[in-house]
């Protein structure tokens, strides 16, 4: 389990690491935590010839709460999103998703921009980040630009992101909206969701969104806005309808759809609990 | 692909290297600088056998590159003895209620119960279990694993009060 050779690179900043990219095109690649990218290297599935490390480029890293919404870095890891009280009490929907994500080794490396950068219908920061309605911050040779996480996935392993982007900061409006709820269906702790649903519950107000049930994360604006009506079970129907879930060994098609009803239903009754 | 020269701290000495930036700490670990307490068990990213301690973190030294830890301070099970070469507590505990079996899992399993214990020094068994889930064994079925770091945290907390 031995990568193919490459080689390293650790700029001291992001205009360094830009123009790395540039040069070198799609035979490079950044690396953050490398939880998901090493063990795709090791398999040979992924392919490249430079390995561009964030970890010394310094501001990437960091909460800060705002009036109205969290800034969270890039490099921030999940373990630091599950130890800060103070975006626990902002946002505490992210504790509880973070808190789900793989083992406690993954978590003090993983981070999140490389969670939602990388693509993987698997992960979980994805779907929550359409849940909150979180706008991605990317950085790229003709300045920045900010794309909706709910506009960033395209297919499996493809994103908004252009190869010469990097992606520095996630922001989240704080939610008004006291219910919340993150659950997942996992067949052991490390393991991917089966089906994991993210819900945000308010007056007058929901956002519905699931993960691995298709090859992009899965937001529904039928569903959020027929739970906002507090109707669960028309929430529910949309949410099926809009997912589209393929056999793989977490089973079959029926079963993950099935799956995703038991889970959805779970999170609205978790987050009418909060909200009430 | 060429060579790059690394250098890092490692249960407390420096040490320096020529190694392939795609080399995995733990083939480092064991393979240029001999310390084989890290085991690689799946190499996957899944078991935890070969849980070091880097700059204050346990991470799986099967999933990083000796290239992102240049610089960095890293801490194995042959670090976590008494100054006097003898078992530290945590070892101690291990040995006396039976934490292991074969001891496959066991250089990571302590390595890995250190941190947790700096991070919360008085953990409940839930707690325990749940920041232990990183690391997989085979042969204990986890009970006196638990009961080790249980007992651990205890006769820590007992030092750190007879030392005030
Ligand atoms: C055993 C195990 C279990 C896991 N279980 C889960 C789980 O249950 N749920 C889950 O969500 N994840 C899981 N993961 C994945 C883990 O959370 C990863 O850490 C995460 O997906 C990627 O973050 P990273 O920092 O490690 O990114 P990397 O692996 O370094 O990068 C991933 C990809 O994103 C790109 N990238 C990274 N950062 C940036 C950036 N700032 N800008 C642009 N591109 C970037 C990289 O080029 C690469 O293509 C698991 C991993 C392991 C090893
Ligand atoms: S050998 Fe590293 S996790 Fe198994
Ligand atoms: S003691 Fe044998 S694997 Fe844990």
Same mark, same amino acid.
């Given at each position: 389990m031995i990568p193919a050779g490459f080689e390293y690179h650790r700029p001291a900043d992001i205009a360094s690491a830009i123009a790395l990219l540039q040069q070198h095109g799609d035979e490079a690649r950044v690396i953050a935590g490398g939880h998901s990218l090493i063990p795709m290297m090791k398999l040979r599935m992924a392919d490249l010839s430079h390995l561009v490390d964030l970890?010394?480029?310094?501001?990437?890293s960091g909460i800060t709460i705002g009036e109205g919404s969290v800034s969270i870095g890039a490099m921030t890891t999940q373990n630091a999103l599950i130890t800060d009280a103070a975006l626990a009490e902002a946002v505490p929907i992210l504790r509880e998703a973070a808190l789900q994500i793989a083992d406690p080794q993954v978590r003090y490396l993983g981070t999140v921009g490389g969670n939602v950068a990388n693509g993987d219908p698997g992960n979980d920061m994805p779907g929550l980040m359409q849940c909150l309605d979180a706008t991605y911050t990317l950085v790229g040779p003709d300045g920045e630009r900010q794309v909706a996480a709910r506009d960033f996935y395209e297919a499996a392993y493809f994103?908004?992101? *252009?190869? *010469? *982007?990097?992606?520095?900061a996630i922001t989240i409006p704080i939610p008004a909206a006291k219910g919340y709820a993150y659950v997942k269906q996992k067949r052991k702790i490390g393991d991917y969701a089966t089906a994991a649903a993210a819900v945000l519950l308010g007056e007058g107000f929901a956002s519905v969104a699931m993960t691995n049930l298709a090859d992009t994360p899965v937001h529904s604006d039928a569903a959020s806005a027929a739970l906002a009506e507090g109707d669960v079970e028309g929430c529910v129907r949309e949410a099926l309808q809009a997912i589209d879930p393929q056999e793989d060994m977490r089973g079959p098609i029926a079963f993950k759809k099935h799956v995703a009803g038991v889970i959805l239903r779970r999170a609205i009754t978790k987050a009418q609990e909060r909200a009430a | 692909m060429s060579k790059m020269h690394v250098k890092l701290t490692v249960n407390g000495q420096e040490v320096e290297g020529l190694a392939?930036?795609?080399?995995?700490l733990i083939h480092f670990l064991r393979e240029n600088l001999n310390i084989t307490g890290p085991h690689i068990g799946c190499e996957t990213s899944h078991c935890g056998a070969c849980t070091v301690d880097m700059n204050g973190k346990s991470v799986?030294?099967?999933?990083?590159?000796v290239a992102q830890a240049n610089g960095a301070d890293v801490t194995t099970v042959?670090?976590?003895?008494?100054?006097?070469?003898s078992l530290g507590v945590i070892q101690e505990m291990f040995r006396e209620h039976h934490g292991l079996q074969c001891g496959f899992c066991t250089p990571g399993m302590i390595t890995r119960a250190h941190r947790l214990l700096q991070e919360n020094p008085a953990p409940t068994e839930e707690e325990v279990r749940f920041g232990m889930a990183g690391n997989l064994c085979?042969?204990?079925?986890?009970q006196n694993i638990v009961k080790a770091i249980l007992a651990s945290a205890d006769a820590l907390n007992a030092q750190k009060e007879a030392a005030e």
């Open positions: 970890q010394g480029i310094s501001g990437l994103t908004a992101r *252009e190869d *010469e *982007e990097i992606l520095t | 392939e930036p795609r080399t995995l799986k030294s099967c999933t990083l590159f042959e670090g976590l003895v008494n100054e006097d070469g085979r042969c204990t079925g986890y």
